[in-house]
């Protein structure tokens, strides 16, 4: 297809191949056909910039592209399936959400999948949603402060100082960002609150003493998500 020009391109899409078969739209009926082997074609059917294709379109008994996805047992890896959707601009229905906890069947991963894939929405088919998936445990820590609520980690919902203990332990080349995170959304009273052992003073005593060097990598992404948080030479 790389080789047809535009004129070429439109016959393609216009043709009898792409057009709805007994009234279902073509790519429901890959979806429910599709056997064991065919994941390479439905993921080049998701994928090609070539092809006009609806994504959000509905079934004609009016099921999202995930449902009928679902419904065929046939098809595996489908949450791997799933983010090329998301990331071609697939949007996720109120309806997909009760789907999606049937293939992502940890509540805690659950919650934080469905977050990120609503964030990848608003995010439109921009090239950052491949980092957003990437980062995802990073951005769950701002998820947590910027909605007072631990998600995506498995802390009880008053172990803030675990939780910022872990995030500086494990996080330390991106501290600058998730600090600024923390006193933006109000969770830097929460630690100074509960503190009382002085294990979150300690950590960042020894995180001022290394002075790891913070990454950058994924700022604009960051940047793009918490546009509130960029104003601070520190964390870019």
Same mark, same amino acid.
């Given at each position: 297809? $790389? ?20 009234? *279902? ?69 109120? $309806?997909? $959400? ?60 008053? *172990? ?18 998730? $600090? ?20 979150? *003073? ?11 060097? *913070? ?22």
């Amino acid at each position: 297809m $790389e080789n047809l020009d535009e004129f070429e391109l439109s016959i393609l899409n216009k043709s009898d191949a792409f057009k709805p078969k007994d009234g *279902q739209p073509r790519i429901h009926h890959w979806f429910s056909i599709a056997k064991k082997g065919h994941i390479g074609f439905l993921e080049h059917m998701i994928d090609s910039s070539y092809l006009e294709i609806d994504l959000n379109e509905k079934s004609k008994d009016d099921k999202t592209l995930l449902a009928t996805m679902f419904e065929n047992i046939a098809i595996e890896h489908k949450m791997w399936l799933l983010k090329r959707l998301i990331r071609k601009g697939y949007n996720l229905k109120k $309806e997909d $959400e009760a789907i999606l906890a049937q293939i992502e069947t940890d509540p805690i991963e659950y919650e934080s999948t469905l977050i990120v894939f609503h964030l990848a929405n608003e995010l439109n088919g921009c090239y950052l949603i491949d980092e957003l998936f990437e980062h995802k445990p990073l951005v769950c820590i701002i998820e947590s402060a910027k909605r007072d609520k631990i998600i995506g980690y498995r802390y009880q919902k008053t *172990q803030w100082i675990a939780f910022a203990n872990n995030a500086i332990h494990s996080y330390a080349d991106y501290w600058s960002y998730i $600090e600024k995170a923390f006193k933006n959304y109000g969770i830097w009273e929460k630690l100074m609150l509960f503190n009382k052992k002085n294990t979150f *003073q300690k950590k960042l005593a020894e995180f001022h003493a290394t002075n790891p060097k *913070q990454k950058v990598d994924c700022l604009p992404l960051l940047n793009t998500l918490y546009p509130e948080l960029r104003n601070d030479e520190s964390v870019g």
